[in-house]
């Protein structure tokens, strides 16, 4: 069973940077996406920034002009840097990806990392 491991976060001064890391084990068929959500406590996990295999990119307009998001060319990690970092940023970042395991499944799935805190002060 593949599984997501998040690496990164914790506690940042604002106006600093944050670099998540998240790295699949085992492969898959192929890759639609990957990303990053992240959910405030007593709200819904919202889309920080989400990128597929040919580089096109979605993020969040809190996030925009301040967020990197790339894939290694191996299509197992996705890392996201956060930049100029805000308490609004504070959250538990949770790893997406949607893969397809085989060549003849049909359809996605759908595979999330276990969350990574990240505090960034008032």
């Known amino acids: 069973q593949e599984r997501l491991v998040e690496s990164g976060g914790g506690f940042v001064q604002p106006g600093g940077s944050l670099r998540l890391s998240c790295a699949r084990s085992?492969?898959?068929?192929?890759?639609?996406?990957m990303g990053w959500y992240r959910q405030v406590q007593g709200k819904e996990r919202a889309l920080v920034a989400i990128i597929t295999p040919r580089g096109d990119t979605i993020s969040a307009d809190s996030v925009k002009g301040r967020v990197i998001i790339s894939m290694d060319n191996a299509k197992t990690t996705v890392t996201l840097q956060l930049n100029h970092l805000k308490p609004a940023d504070t959250a538990v970042y949770y790893c997406f990806q949607e893969i397809q395991y085989y060549k003849f499944t049909t359809g996605y799935d759908g595979l999330w990392g276990q969350g990574t805190p990240v505090a960034v002060p008032s």
């Open positions: 085992g492969s898959v068929f192929s890759v639609k996406r």
